[in-house]
């Protein structure tokens, strides 16, 4: 025994069964550049030394659950205690004048208007939020309010960093979640930015006597034609289906990313989330298109059969 009195190993968080695992087994945690992002800004406003702490906490698994909602997280986290720790995360919310001034911003950069309304964040729209003096990540530790029920006194704790890292990968899926934790949730967003974009649409002049009028039908192409009238031309292809573009070369920022536009599904197996189970399908079936691609390059040209008949023989003509 030291002058210091016995040691005592660390004690070591109480395992969870089925709990929310980082699906980020080693390195960074976060896929897109939106959630690497907001590490990365996390860190810049101090705290990042402490994040390291929740680290593991993510990945083995101990945050028992996490809901958002009036843009608010609210997260239980299983400690080295029977009961699991209660924490709640908050951003600072901008108000109606702010959002306001968002969405003019926003409506006013065509690009940007077109990328989030198809559920993509343009990497240039932090530049929006300074140049009307806002943030859209945290920009100091004044835009983060923080609680946990734990009796350590650090903030963040490692049971509140362990939800960050988590709440990180739930951009990765939904990106929108940065906008609900200020204030305006996706549909709100989206349904602002339709708004202000048809306001800034141009008005067409009054129809004259005798135009086509709403009644009348619309231009060839307009309508579509009832489907008995295509029932045996259905499953062919058309131009537009030969035009759009696959790049089966290269290699997606992020994959499946169709599935994590959708955010969390409602149906699980064996408690995990069936879109998890289905993001694999998309990289195995890119692979095994890239070796049939790679194996016709390959192959040798394929002659066409053809069926030659032998000439007829003559006979020699006998002498009488």
Known sequence: MSGWGPWYPPARPIAVKNGIQARSRKGAIGET?????????????????????????????????????????????????????NITISFTRFNDL?????????????????????????????????????????????????????PDYANPCKHIAAVYYILAEQFDRDPFLIFSLRGRDREAVLENLRNQRSAVAPVEPD????????????????????????????????ETLDAFPIHLYKKTELEAVALKRLGPSLFRINNKDIAD????????????????????????????????????????????
């Open 98 to 150: 702010e959002w306001a001034r968002i969405f003019d911003a926003l409506a006013s950069q065509a690009l940007f208007t077109a990328s989030l309304l198809g559920g993509e964040i343009p990497q240039e729209i932090e530049t929006v939020f300074t140049g009307i003096h806002l943030s859209l990540l945290p920009g100091s530790a004044k835009d983060l309010k923080t609680d946990c029920d734990c």
């Open 277 to 320: 189970l289905l993001a694999p399908v998309y990289s195995h079936a890119r692979v095994y298109v890239l070796g049939e691609l790679k194996r016709l390059e390959s192959a040798p040209e394929i002659v066409p059969d053809v069926e030659f008949k032998q000439p007829a023989k003559r006979g020699r003509k006998k002498k009488v």
């Open 207 to 238: 129809e004259e006597p005798g135009s086509v009028s709403d009644s009348e039908p619309e231009p060839y192409g307009s309508e579509l034609p009832p489907l008995p009238a295509c029932a045996e031309s259905f499953w062919d292809t058309s």
């Open 33 to 85: 550049w939106w959630s690497k992002r907001f590490i990365s800004a996390l860190e810049r406003i101090g705290i990042g030394s402490r994040l390291e702490r929740g680290r593991s906490y993510a990945r083995k698994g101990q945050v028992v659950s996490i809901d958002i909602r009036d843009a608010t997280v609210y997260a239980k986290v299983q400690g080295t205690r029977p009961k699991p720790y």
